[in-house]
């Protein structure tokens, strides 16, 4: 079993940064897809970026390409979210994930989940 915990949510305000991580621990894989996804109040969740763990091939929702960068650091056993120009919009929890899909964009496709932090963007 994977264990992900992600960290680095807060307050912010609009056009602000904030960098998110999520930690593996427990047994990882090379060939897991890491996610990131979203959910707001009310709302489902959705796929935002999804990073592979052995090349680092990135994949980003329409709504944050442009602003929201992933990478990974294997010696870490972390993968980042990099979130400029925040907006509104973008106030979820935000949820780490890891799938044995190649590059899954979908909330099915992921077994391990982190807990979540919460992001929320003022204006």
């Known amino acids: 079993q994977v264990y992900l915990v992600e960290s680095g949510g807060g307050l912010v305000q609009a056009g602000d940064s904030l960098r998110l991580s999520c930690t593996a621990s427990g047994r990882t894989f090379s060939s897991y897809t890491m996610g990131w996804f979203r959910q707001a109040p009310g709302k489902e969740r959705e796929f935002v970026a999804a990073?592979?763990?052995?090349?680092?091939?990135?994949n980003y929702a329409d709504s944050v390409k442009g602003r929201f960068t992933c990478s990974r650091d294997n010696a870490k056993n972390t993968v980042y979210l990099q979130m400029n120009s925040l907006k509104p919009e973008d106030t979820a929890v935000y949820y780490c994930?890891?799938?044995?899909?190649?590059?899954?964009?979908?909330?099915?496709?992921?077994?391990?989940w982190g807990q979540g932090t919460q992001v929320t963007v003022s204006s």
């Open positions: 990073i592979s763990w052995n090349d680092s091939r990135t």
């Open positions: 994930a890891a799938t044995l899909y190649l590059m899954g964009t979908m909330t099915p496709q992921y077994r391990n």
